[in-house]
T-cell receptor, first 110, second 114 residues
Framework: QKEVEQDPGPLSVPEGAIVSLNCTYSNSAFQYFMWYRQYSRKGPELLMY????GNKEDGRFTAQVDKSSKYISLFIRDSQPSDSATYLCAFLDSGYALNFGKGTSLLVTP | DAGVIQSPRHEVTEMGQEVTLRCKPI?????LFWYRQTMMRGLELLIYFNNNVPIDDSGMPEDRFSAKMPNASFSTLKIQPSEPRDSAVYFC????????????FGAGSRLTVL
């Protein structure tokens, strides 16, 4: 079983839609949960970072962590064409090596 | 701050040639990571430096790969000899402290080995 599972998509939605991106993981030692956004031909950039179960909101973005189900989500409200990118979930235990999902490609059409 | 600077942005070379990728981390960051990204395998950690010292190189695929960090502002990743299966995007990332939780990535070096 892979440590991190993420649907690669692509996911195509109309502008203004609510987007839900998800990852599952198997390692109970993961303590930190992150979402990175990667635009085409660019490096990943940190979007959201959480430590505990529950929700964290930042503008149009909400990160949700369910440790009991080993499941994390990223919700994007009022999606914009500028949100079109690949979204990577990432996990960290007590060490230094991030475990990344392979990314979900999102396209928001005007 | 200009962020993490990588060069070259694109490299096309022939099998057997030596390839050197370069990275300048963010000033003040003391952790540096080299990652490789492919469609098949996603982002893979190759090597991690802390305070210029290699801490974990278990992700380096084989002896053809080597990395150095001679000072706090410069690191290189070398592939010698290169093979077509090395074709990927290579990212350098840096962070403040010993953890990897907040990484700042460079724009990447896209390598094509023919």
């Amino acid at each position: 079983q892979k440590e991190v599972e993420q649907d690669p998509g692509p996911l195509s939605v109309p502008e203004g839609a609510i987007v839900s991106l998800n990852c599952t993981y198997s390692n109970s030692a993961f303590q930190y949960f992150m979402w990175y956004r990667q635009y085409s031909r660019k490096g990943p950039e940190l979007l959201m970072y959480t430590y505990s179960s529950g929700n964290k909101e930042d503008g149009r973005f909400t990160a949700q962590v369910d440790k009991s189900s080993k499941y994390i989500s990223l919700f994007i409200r009022d999606s914009q064409p500028s949100d079109s990118a690949t979204y990577l979930c990432a996990f960290l235990d007590s060490g230094y090596a991030l475990n990344f999902g392979k990314g979900t490609s999102l396209l928001v059409t005007p | 701050d200009a962020g993490v600077i990588q060069s070259p942005r694109h490299e096309v070379t022939e099998m057997g040639q030596e390839v050197t990728l370069r990275c300048k981390p963010i000033s003040g960051h003391n952790s540096l990571f080299w990652y490789r990204q492919t469609m098949m395998r996603g982002l893979e950690l190759l090597i991690y430096f802390n305070n210029n010292v290699p801490i974990d190189d278990s992700g380096m695929p084989e002896d053809r790969f080597s990395a150095k960090m001679p000072n706090a502002s410069f690191s290189t990743l070398k592939i010698q000899p290169s093979e077509p299966r090395d074709s990927a995007v290579y990212f350098c990332a840096s962070s403040l402290g010993t953890g990897a939780n907040v990484l700042t990535f460079g724009a990447g070096s896209r390598l094509t080995v023919l």
